[in-house]
């Protein structure tokens, strides 16, 4: 049974840090592109940041880019999303997924990934 566990959401103030895990089990995690995703209320569900197979590749949304940081441990089974200077308009609930994806290609589409985490609060205060 595949199973996606987040960890290290919270609630922080404006231009604080936090990093969120991801941990895998049940599947070859080597050979699953990784993303993070995060859903607000009443919004759509978008990829913040993805990860190749072994962390040579990346892809980070415009909104996040230079502020957040993907990176994985395959010999972990774990995938990290690094959070600096965090804003408001981060707030939402943060998704690890995992997309079986045959060439190495980084989706960036929910309708990629294959399994998903249960999600984890991250709230950022003004």
């Known amino acids: 049974q595949v199973q996606l566990v987040e960890s290290g959401g919270g609630l922080v103030q404006a231009g604080e840090s936090l990093r969120l895990s991801c941990a895998a089990s049940?599947?070859?995690?080597?050979?699953?592109?990784m993303g993070w995703f995060r859903q607000a209320p009443g919004k759509e569900r978008e990829c913040v940041a993805a990860?190749?197979?072994?962390?040579?590749?990346?892809y980070s949304a415009a909104s996040v880019r230079g502020r957040f940081t993907i990176s994985r441990d395959n010999a972990k089974n774990t995938v990290y999303l690094q959070m600096n200077s965090l804003k408001p308009e981060d707030t939402a609930v943060y998704y690890c997924?995992?997309?079986?994806?045959?060439?190495?290609?980084?989706?960036?589409?929910?309708?990629?990934?294959?399994?998903w985490g249960q999600g984890t609060q991250v709230t950022v205060s003004s």
């Open positions: 997924a995992a997309a079986w994806s045959p060439t190495n290609t980084i989706p960036v589409v929910t309708t990629a990934y294959n399994y």
């Open positions: 990860i190749s197979w072994k962390g040579g590749r990346t």
């Open positions: 049940g599947l070859t995690f080597s050979s699953y592109v």
